[in-house]
T-cell receptor, first 111, second 114 residues
């Protein structure tokens, strides 16, 4: 069975500092990995998916199959980045199947 | 962008009663929808996959007789929590994948059972 682990429940940084949210997964096949963000009082929304290899709002994430990791990074954090971040895995290999979520990391960016 | 709505956004019910939560895809058709449960500041746990025109698929440990799912049309799935108890109090979220796009999430429904 697949599993997603986000070791940090809380992460605090100051504005302008680099930030890295860790995500590790276990799955025997070739998963599709995502990062979702949930701002205060808003719904969950897609931030990144590994297959698109894009940068959204300054965030990037690289899939490291050797380390089974998909860490989310941003070189200069902004206060508006404060939110709950979830790493998720889709074992079906598409964007459309059911997702397994990590425990989530609450990121707080202080001014 | 595509929108998924949920109704109600918040419901309080007495222990022993049943409550129905609706999930609608507003501008696209969804043959599949997913129902998740989220505890405060915790992760989303997949409960079941709702399939239009067929029975829902429940995840291990989820009572199908407790959480009834009906996918009545290509834009509507309902979750009925039967004989609710205080331990069923939670935040219930649905999602609907859109072919060629991504999976869209509803805003969630907060259920409080007194």
């Amino acid at each position: 069975a697949q599993r997603v682990t986000q070791p940090e429940k809380l992460l605090s940084v100051f504005k302008g500092a680099p930030v890295e949210l860790k995500c590790n997964y276990s799955y025997s096949g070739s998963p599709e990995l995502f990062w979702y963000v949930q701002y205060s009082r808003q719904r969950l929304q897609l931030l990144l998916r590994h297959i698109s290899r894009e940068s959204i709002k300054g965030f990037t994430a690289d899939l490291n199959k050797g380390e089974t990791s998909f860490h989310l990074k941003k070189p200069f954090a902004q206060e508006e980045d404060s939110a709950m971040y979830y790493c998720a895995l889709n074992a079906g290999g598409t964007s459309y199947g059911k997702l397994t979520f990590g425990q989530g990391t609450i990121l707080t960016v202080h001014p | 962008g595509a929108v998924v709505s949920q109704h109600p956004s918040w419901v309080i019910c007495k222990s022993g009663t049943s409550v129905k939560i609706e999930c609608r895809s507003l501008d696209f058709q969804a043959t599949t929808m997913f129902w998740y449960r989220q505890f405060p500041k915790q992760s989303l746990m997949l409960m079941a996959t709702s399939n239009e025109g067929s029975k829902a698929t429940y995840e291990q440990g989820v009572e199908k007789d407790k959480f009834l799912i009906n996918h009545a049309s290509l834009t509507l799935s309902t979750l009925t929590v039967t004989s609710a108890h205080p331990e069923d109090s939670s935040f219930y979220i649905c999602s609907a994948p859109r072919q060629g796009h991504e999976q869209y999430f509803g805003p969630g429904t907060r259920l409080t059972v007194t």
